[in-house]
């Protein structure tokens, strides 16, 4: 919720606002955001071009009435669920050769350790992939992004009393999954 000094200063900054002054403060944002919801098989370089793509295009419409890191977020995961669709659809008709080529071992790690990270990655990964995309996007924002239920709320544009419940669930499907995979 925003108090009404935030309100009123809105729009003045929302005049300084820049597609470029936008990218340097919060490309690393988008960054981690797209990376978390997009889980390891997201091209994040891309899902970042496309999120200030969509910036640039639509910065005039930007009305200062939400906080510019909701309406980053808002952008960003719209884009990244796009992409996990095309992405499904595309893996559909490609085949398994691009999965072989992940399982190549990341450097610097034993044999073991690299097993036992990927193993674990992979594990939560498919855990997080059988949640909803609310779910997904409410873990990801509390848990890994560590927002207050306030700002996760605002972000995902639900009450908080509607996100704790969303949490809990969410958190219960998770260790499910979790279980499953053992």
């Known amino acids: 919720m925003t108090t009404a000094a935030e309100r009123s200063a809105a729009p003045a900054d929302r005049e300084g606002l820049t597609v470029e002054s936008i990218y340097r403060r919060h ?20 899902a970042v071009q496309e999120v200030f793509t969509r910036v640039q ?3 005039d419409g930007f009305r200062g009435e939400a906080k510019l890191t909701t309406w980053l977020f808002r952008i960003t995961r719209n884009v ?3 992409q996990r669709r095309r992405d499904r659809f595309r893996a559909f008709l490609r085949g398994p050769a691009e999965d072989a080529a992940r399982e190549l071992p990341a450097p610097g790690l034993s044999p073991e350790g690299n097993a036992e990270q990927r193993q674990a990655r992979e594990r939560i990964a498919r855990a997080l992939e059988g ?6 996007t409410a873990i990801v924002l509390f848990e890994l992004e560590d927002l207050s239920g306030e700002e996760v709320a605002e972000r995902m544009g639900v009450s908080v009393g509607n996100l704790w419940v969303l949490l809990h669930r969410a958190r219960a499907a998770l260790l499910r999954r979790l279980e499953e995979t053992r």
Do not use: C, F, S
Request: glycine share 6%; net charge neutral; hydrophobic share 45%.
């Open 57 to 59: 295009d639509h910065l």
């Open 27 to 46: 490309a690393a944002d988008v960054a981690r955001w797209a990376a978390r919801l997009g889980g390891p098989r997201l091209e994040v370089e891309d």
């Open 80 to 82: 990244v669920l796009r």
């Open 131 to 136: 949640l909803t995309e609310r779910q997904r």
